[in-house]
């Protein structure tokens, strides 16, 4: 069994910077990327960055120049460092991991951006 926990949602306001942590536990032998998620209310589920087992990276367009994802290899954890937020930036961020070729997702963690 696998687990993803994630951590570091909190109230911020706009221009504010936020750092979000989500760590895979479990039976791991391989994990092929981990990436981060969001969901405002009302709207559908999009991802916000991924980063691919190797280093690529991916980033929606609405974040570029924003946030930044890295990961821990060591630590199986992957980071989001959020810069400069917006209020249109509030949600609930769900990690996202493949973990021996299976799909994970952790219980979400909420990111309000409001002065």
């Known amino acids: 069994q696998v687990q993803l926990v994630e951590s570091g949602g909190d109230l911020v306001q706009p221009g504010g910077s936020l750092r979000l942590s989500c760590t895979a536990s479990?039976?791991?032998?391989?994990?092929?990327?981990m990436g981060w998620y969001r969901q405002a209310p009302g709207k559908q589920r999009e991802l916000v960055a991924r980063?691919?087992?190797?280093?690529?990276?991916n980033y929606a367009d609405f974040v570029k120049g924003r946030f930044t994802i890295s990961k821990d290899n060591a630590k199986n954890t992957v980071y989001l460092q959020m810069n400069s937020l917006k209020p249109e930036d509030t949600a609930v961020y769900y990690c996202?991991?493949?973990?021996?070729?299976?799909?994970?997702w952790g219980q979400g963690t909420q990111v309000t951006v409001s002065s």
């Open positions: 980063i691919i087992n190797g280093g690529t990276t």
């Open positions: 479990g039976n791991i032998f391989r994990i092929s990327h």
């Open positions: 996202n991991a493949a973990v021996n070729f299976e799909n994970y």
